[in-house]
């Protein structure tokens, strides 16, 4: 006889049950490892080496290229921009899916993958030059996309690598300075951090306390950035700070700057496998040419913003497509009252739901990436995409984490840590109430922001 596991013997190995079961199997070792070895600073690396070295095991045989397209998008695309999503899915499932539960756990982020993607081409592939993939806007939200079906963490290391730190560089940099930091943040060799946000000021940068006040050949900077990733190891810290003017300039921090001090913060039930960190500046003094002379005011870093906002707009689609492809199996398999659970009208309505949700959130973010293409995109209607579209993301991961039922809440499914992810995704990068006042001051014409 056999005996009751939450592991269904009857689990079906194809598609994304599959990929789920054998996720699950390595976490199941991997528990088991930890928990012999409670309570040691070594058992989170430990936990890592276990996961990676099922990795194999784990990725063979698992090509599964479907992903839900009720409209028929892939019509729409071209060729190019097929070529970049499938380079990028292959990528996830190959060298990613394996290693997102061990490090999840851990709470790291596999570092090994920074300059992987680098040489991929995934940060910033919007942008032309020696160096970039000169992708088209399109291509981009599809690369984001399959980095976030695997996890929001690994989207945002290439929205912070790329579309922020990257593309203020390019933007904002003399050539002198673009030589001396692009090469080494498109390849991943470098690690970048975009440092906006501050402890007191997050919805309005523009209130920011941070300053850079000039000394002759220097700048010297007083103040302090919250919730920046990875701030604590970039090698180049792109930072927002007021200059004497009280203008909002960008000045590049780099690695072992005297005055400036760093700390991960600890305990984030959301995007744990990015590092997250606070940052002080005290008295840190950085060469004059390392101000950033095209960046003026609050619309510079608010422009690479709009870059990555789009991005995300893209990117959380892949989040809400794994969810449903994994209720939909799930819900398929999973009995209860003699048939499948896949079969109750209620059920049916939340899968639906999430089908009409995660089209529509296709078709306007693939309009918003045309429209980019066209130079015509405005920052409102990035807006409107963004908080659309994570809204619809969390939904679908709220609404699959249900059909799950109590398994939902287990990491054996991907869909809770999606649930958590997304929590983050929709306050960074402005909050979805935020995003709301945006497009309402848009299409009112009256400002309704404090002050
Ligand atoms: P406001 O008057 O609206 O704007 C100041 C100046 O900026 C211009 N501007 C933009 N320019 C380009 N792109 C945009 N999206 C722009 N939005 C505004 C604007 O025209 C103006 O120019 P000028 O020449 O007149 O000075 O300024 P405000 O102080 O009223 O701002 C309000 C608000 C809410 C729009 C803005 O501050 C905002 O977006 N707040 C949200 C903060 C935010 O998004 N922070 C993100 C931090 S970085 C992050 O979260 C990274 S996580 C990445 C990851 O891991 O994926
Ligand atoms: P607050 O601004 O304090 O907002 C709190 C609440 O008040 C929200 O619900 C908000 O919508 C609401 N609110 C605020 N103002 C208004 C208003 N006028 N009307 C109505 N409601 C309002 N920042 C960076 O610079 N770089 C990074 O790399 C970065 N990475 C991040 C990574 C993570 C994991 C997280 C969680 C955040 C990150 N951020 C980063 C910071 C992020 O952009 C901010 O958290 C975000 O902008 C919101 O700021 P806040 O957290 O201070 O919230």
């Keep these: 006889m056999q005996l009751p596991s939450v592991i269904p013997s009857e689990e079906k190995r194809s ?16 528990l088991d490892f930890a928990r012999r070895d409670t309570g040691d600073r070594r058992s989170a690396e430990r936990c890592l080496r276990v996961g990676r070295s099922l990795n194999l095991r784990m990725t063979q045989g698992s090509h599964d290229m479907t992903s839900l ?17 499938d380079r990028a899915r ?30 991929l081409g995934f940060y910033a592939p919007y942008l032309k030059g020696i160096g970039f993939a000169g992708l088209n806007y399109t291509a981009y939200g599809l690369i984001m ?13 290439a929205s912070v690598q790329g579309s922020l730190v990257i593309h203020a560089i390019h933007s904002f940099a003399t050539p002198e300075q673009q030589t001396r930091w692009l ?16 402890h007191g000021h997050g919805s309005d940068p523009g ?20 919730w920046i990733g990875n701030a604590s190891i970039a090698d180049v810290k792109v930072v927002w700070a007021k200059d004497d003017d009280g203008r909002v300039g960008g000045f590049v921090v780099e690695k072992d700057a005297p005055g400036f001090r760093a700390q991960d913060i600890e305990g984030k039930f959301s995007l744990r496998m990015s590092r997250t960190s606070e940052c002080w500046f005290e008295d840190c003094r950085i060469p004059a040419e390392n101000r950033l002379p095209n960046a003026s005011g ?3 870093p608010l422009s690479c913003l709009s870059h990555a906002r789009a991005g995300i707009a893209w990117g959380v689609i892949g989040a809400a497509i794994d969810c449903y492809e994994t209720a939909l199996a799930y819900s398929k398999s999973r009995e209860q009252f003699g048939r499948p659970i896949a079969g109750f009208q209620l059920v049916q309505q939340k899968l639906v739901w999430m089908t009409q949700e995660i089209t529509k959130a296709q078709l306007l973010a693939l309009r918003l990436t045309r429209m980019m293409e066209m130079g015509s995109a405005r920052p409102a209607q990035i807006s409107l995409a963004k908080r659309n579209n994570v809204w619809m993301a969390l939904e679908c991961a709220r609404k699959a984490r249900d059909i799950l039922g109590a398994a939902g809440i287990t990491d054996r499914y991907p869909v809770i840590r999606h649930v958590m992810n997304l929590e983050t995704v929709s306050t960074y990068e402005g909050t979805h109430d935020i995003h709301t006042l945006i497009v309402g001051r848009d299409i009112t014409g009256i400002n309704a922001f404090g002050g």
């Design 15 to 30: 598609g994304t049950q599959s990929r789920n079961l054998l996720l699950f199997q390595n976490h199941r070792e991997t």
């Design 69 to 85: 397209d009720y409209y028929n998008i892939e019509e729409l695309l071209t060729e190019e921009e097929r070529a970049a999503r």
């Design 90 to 119: 292959r990528f996830v499932q190959e060298e990613v899916m394996s290693e997102i539960v061990p490090f999840h756990r851990a709470g790291k982020f596999p570092e090994h993958l920074t300059p992987r993607m680098g040489a």
């Design 145 to 157: 996309q399959e980095l976030e079906r695997a996890d929001s963490g690994l989207r945002s290391l």
């Design 183 to 198: 090469p080494g943040l498109v390849s991943g060799k470098l690690i970048g951090c975009f440092a906006l946000t501050e």
């Design 207 to 226: 209130g920011m306390e941070t300053r850079a006040k000039r000394d002759g050949d220097h700048y010297i900077l007083n103040g302090s950035k919250c």
């Design 298 to 300: 609050l619309g510079a």
